[in-house]
């Protein structure tokens, strides 16, 4: 097969993923993104927090949306369902993931990381960001872009455990700000706090006049 064939099947596939999610996920109300590390065993306290999480911002309407993996998107995607609410997993084919979790009433899994993320950003008011690693880094600076750029991202994003995210926010401030590549006001586009509890809190806060506003983001 010539290299420009095999592109026109990849555009194919491509756009099989967004049809596919995008038909799944049209009629799923509020929801708010968890992401976070899938190596977080259950003793983990960050696992015990994003399950509270789960069941906590269910019992304030909103749905969950996790990668659909193990750790602290299963952990997520339990509390949920724990509490009888929407529970979605957007998962992605990996060699070191044994598929989707048990918990998600429904989900798809996707080929490409970035048909993932659209799904993430496009059905979320809100994104919550446990203690991970690269891929959560690359998932949490997704949605900060956005929302710097004011690419029609307006709902709030919280980083979850201040000892975890310190260092990283030490870099930003002292290294990342004091060379001029971002400002100061771009740390007013997400919060820092330690507790699922607190997270809820801001959510219901900056959501409080947007609860009816379903999938603004693109």
Known sequence: MSNKSEDAWQILRIQGEFTKGFDTFNDLGPCISVFGSARTKETNQWYQEAKKFGKLITKEGYGVITGGGPGIMEAANKGAKDNEGV???VGIELPFE???NEYGQKGVENRYFFTRKVMFLKYSQGFVVFP?????LDEFFEALTLAQCGHNISYPIVLVGKKYWGGLMDWLINTVNTNGMVSLKDFDLFKLVDTAAE?????K???KTKT???????
């Not at 009816?212 to 693109?218: G, K, S």
């Open 87 to 89: 529970s979605v997993g």
């Open 98 to 100: 044994s598929g989707m």
């Open 132 to 136: 991970g690693g690269l891929g959560t």
């Open 199 to 203: 997270a809820v809190e801001i959510i």
């Open 205 to 207: 806060t900056h959501n």
């Open 212 to 218: 009816d506003e379903l999938n603004t983001n693109f």
